[in-house]
């Protein structure tokens, strides 16, 4: 089945921790996208690459960061500078900028 | 920056009411405007997808128009079902950036039995 799969489906983080949300597609697409969803805002674009070993800053990059060093695989890394990390993670791909993008399941993400 | 925003925040109709949900944006200058269904603590699914060139698309009992020139889109569902329950989002791509795509807030819709 082709699609985007993320793990794990909750996480929960310690105070002074890094967490990495994993994301992977089998969809061949070139771009992929993290996006952060809080209750009552929409979508916030945290990273985005349109190719292998590139990346871009969203909105919402401070405390965050990323790598893509498999076109299949773009990897979120919640970083203890992030200082509100509970949201709802989304990540995304298709197949260039123009292109319908398709979700995964999400990560929700606690801190304990 | 495109502002994309949506009107209601909230809907509840009784089943087999046709409803309409609303989105608008700030910057006429779209490449495309898609619409998306999300349930309770999952992800996006898309739902329809108009060009610029276009006026409305359809699938089943969906129908989304799109005016760029006032900044609106529409998303008409008709004969609703409690199974329409879910939250619906417009997102807007813009012509130029590479950060080109825009979501609005969402309306929760309930379709009450």
């Known amino acids: 089945d082709g699609g985007i799969t993320q793990s794990p489906k909750y996480l929960f983080r310690k105070e002074g921790q890094n967490v990495t949300l994993s994301c992977e597609q089998n969809?061949?697409?070139?771009?992929m996208y993290w996006y952060r969803q809080d209750p009552g805002q929409g979508l916030r674009l945290i990273y985005y690459?349109?190719?292998?070993?590139?990346?871009q800053k969203g909105d919402i990059a401070e405390g965050y960061s990323v790598s893509r060093e498999k076109k299949e695989s773009f990897p979120l890394t919640v970083t203890s500078a992030q200082k509100n990390p509970t949201a709802f993670y989304l990540c995304a791909s298709s197949i260039d900028k123009w292109q319908t993008q398709y979700f995964g399941p999400g990560t929700r993400l606690l801190v304990l | 920056k495109q502002e994309v925003t949506q009107i209601p925040a909230a809907l509840s109709v009784p089943e087999g009411e046709n409803l309409v949900l609303n989105c608008s944006f700030t910057?006429?200058?779209?490449?495309?405007l898609q619409w998306f269904r999300q349930d309770p603590g999952k992800g996006l699914t898309s739902l329809l997808l108009?060009?610029?060139?276009?006026r409305e698309q359809t699938s089943g009992r969906l129908n989304a128009s799109l005016d760029k020139s006032s900044g609106r889109s529409t998303l008409y569902i008709a004969a609703s079902q409690p199974g329409d329950s879910a939250t619906y989002l417009c997102a807007v791509r813009r012509q130029y950036g590479a950060n080109n795509l825009f979501f609005g807030t969402g309306t929760r819709l309930t379709v009450i039995p």
């Open positions: 910057d006429s200058a779209i490449y495309n």
């Open positions: 690459s349109q190719i292998v070993n590139d990346f």
């Open positions: 969809l061949n697409h070139d771009a």
């Open positions: 108009i060009q610029s060139s276009q």
